[in-house]
């Protein structure tokens, strides 16, 4: 059972990774598009900054829009590229057809194939909303298959729990570049990138119906940390976690993620009520990146103990 649980935590969480990093590009290059170099409060993220959020490295020169899309997207050995994301989830959906429901398997074998045949890079050329689009749209249908034609047991669990606890993180990283700092002389540029940062996860609606305030790097952060009504926000994907190992787990009480998810989620919602200024939200991020990498850890301990390595991991 550890073995399952381990391969459909991961399956989630490259689905998961592959979607996040579709809709950040896709993001930033309808951002760069839209933008003006010489506009400090445009909307912007730059493209040396999506190479540190996904871990990657320019080694310190400047790095252009061409060669990030290309690394993210196409580059087979870079591990965070979304065609690499997918040829794990792939990978990880084939050793368990047997659990997953036969259209769960199709959608991500479809979508493997798609990206693997014909001339991505041509099509990434000529526009790359389409590929970003396919992979969004991919993504969410396996994400309804999933709540329509799994059996809501513990295998769904794990798989929910992998692809929301990737979800949290990576709204954390891409929160990084769009933090408010008090006193920062580069506001009206954390101001575009907290906007570009809001379009890219598809949030900007929910915002703008949820908040009375600008979509500045404050309410903007504020929001993706702990409105829970926004299904993508991290309060929502600790409180997702927490009840997906709440539900997999026989002897919750006594199970160190759910005991730290459980004080997480308390925080969260205290740090919520209490978050007026930005002062703290910097500090509040880095906590719970922090808190997230050690509920991963004790989720390997305690549920995947014995398993084995990972078919792939997705890169820190």
């Known amino acids: 059972m550890s073995r399952i649980a381990q391969e459909l935590f991961w399956l989630g969480r490259n689905i998961a990774r592959a979607e996040h990093?579709?809709?950040?590009?896709?993001?930033?290059?309808?951002?760069?598009?839209?933008?003006?170099?010489?506009?400090?409060?445009?909307?912007?993220?730059?493209?040396?900054?999506?190479?540190?959020?996904?871990?990657?490295?320019?080694?310190?020169?400047p790095v252009r829009r061409d060669e990030v899309l290309t690394r993210l997207t196409l580059a087979r050995d870079e591990p965070a590229s979304?065609?690499?994301?997918?040829?794990?989830?792939?990978?990880?959906?084939?050793?368990?057809?047997d659990v997953i429901s036969a259209e769960m398997w199709e959608a991500v074998n479809t979508t493997h194939l798609a990206l693997s045949a014909g001339d991505l890079e041509g099509r990434m050329q000529m526009g790359p909303y389409s590929v970003f689009q396919y992979v969004k749209e991919r993504s969410s249908l396996f994400w309804g298959l999933t709540s329509?034609?799994?059996?809501?047991?513990?295998?769904?669990?794990?798989?929910v729990a992998g692809g929301r606890i990737e979800s949290a993180d990576m709204v954390l990283r891409m929160l990084r570049v769009a933090m408010p700092i008090p006193n920062d002389e580069a506001t009206g540029v954390r101001d575009g990138q907290a906007l570009a940062l809001l379009q890219a996860v598809g949030?900007?609606?929910?915002?703008?119906?949820?908040?009375?305030?600008?979509?500045?790097?404050?309410?903007v952060a504020r929001f993706l940390l702990y409105e829970r009504a926004?299904?993508?926000?991290?309060?929502?994907?600790?409180?997702?976690?927490?009840?997906?190992?709440?539900?997999?787990?026989?002897?919750?009480?006594?199970?160190?993620?759910?005991?730290?998810?459980?004080?997480?989620a308390a925080d969260l919602e205290f740090r919520g009520r209490a978050a007026a200024e930005d002062g703290?939200?910097?500090?509040?991020?880095?906590?719970?990146?922090?808190?997230?990498?050690?509920?991963?850890?004790?989720?390997?301990?305690?549920y995947f103990a014995g398993a084995g390595a990972a078919l792939g991991t997705v890169v820190a």
Do not use: K
């Open 21 to 61: 990093t579709a809709r950040m590009l896709d993001g930033v290059f309808q951002a760069s598009l839209q933008g003006r170099p010489d506009d400090p409060a445009g909307v912007r993220l730059g493209w040396g900054s999506i190479l540190a959020i996904m871990g990657a490295q320019a080694d310190g020169r």
């Open 82 to 97: 979304v065609i690499s994301c997918v040829s794990r989830a792939r990978e990880g959906a084939r050793t368990m057809r």
């Open 148 to 159: 329509r034609t799994m059996l809501r047991d513990e295998a769904r669990s794990f798989l």
């Open 203 to 219: 949030g900007f609606q929910a915002f703008r119906r949820a908040v009375p305030a600008p979509a500045n790097a404050g309410p």
């Open 230 to 264: 926004y299904p993508d926000s991290v309060a929502a994907s600790v409180d997702a976690v927490h009840g997906a190992l709440l539900d997999a787990d026989a002897a919750p009480r006594s199970s160190e993620p759910v005991l730290r998810l459980s004080r997480l």
């Open 280 to 302: 703290n939200l910097a500090e509040a991020s880095s906590l719970v990146q922090s808190e997230l990498a050690l509920v991963d850890a004790d989720i390997a301990e305690r």
